[in-house]
Nanobody, 122 residues
């Protein structure tokens, strides 16, 4: 069973940077999608950045040019480098790994970390 543990969150002023880490107990890069989501108070959880099994990377429009997702295969760790942080980036950030059926008709596995809080002050 895959377990995901996030770290690196904290308090930072606007314009600052943070790097989030997600350490997996097992290999997650064989999953169809591996990446980061976030949920701000009163808002729905949204995708931030994700790797697909084909090697493509998708970013939310709101973070393009500021955030960078990367991974270390040997360490089974995925990172989110966050630069030029804005107050609206304040949220709980969650690591996620998903697997789909071969037809992509349904999710077969869906793993979440416990979340790490990122707070960006003005």
């Amino acid at each position: 069973q895959v377990q995901l543990v996030e770290s690196g969150g904290g308090l930072v002023q606007a314009g600052g940077s943070l790097r989030l880490s997600c350490a997996a107990s097992g290999s997650i890069f064989s999953m169809n999608a591996t990446g980061w989501y976030r949920q701000a108070p009163g808002k729905q959880r949204e995708l931030v950045a994700v790797f697909t099994s084909t090697g493509s990377i998708t970013y939310a429009d709101s973070v393009k040019g500021r955030f960078t997702i990367s991974r270390d295969n040997a360490k089974n760790t995925v990172y989110l480098q966050m630069n030029s942080l804005k107050p609206e980036d304040t949220a709980v950030y969650y690591c996620n790994a998903k697997a789909y059926s071969v037809s992509y008709s349904r999710v077969t596995y869906n793993y979440w970390g416990q979340g790490t809080q990122v707070t960006v002050s003005s």
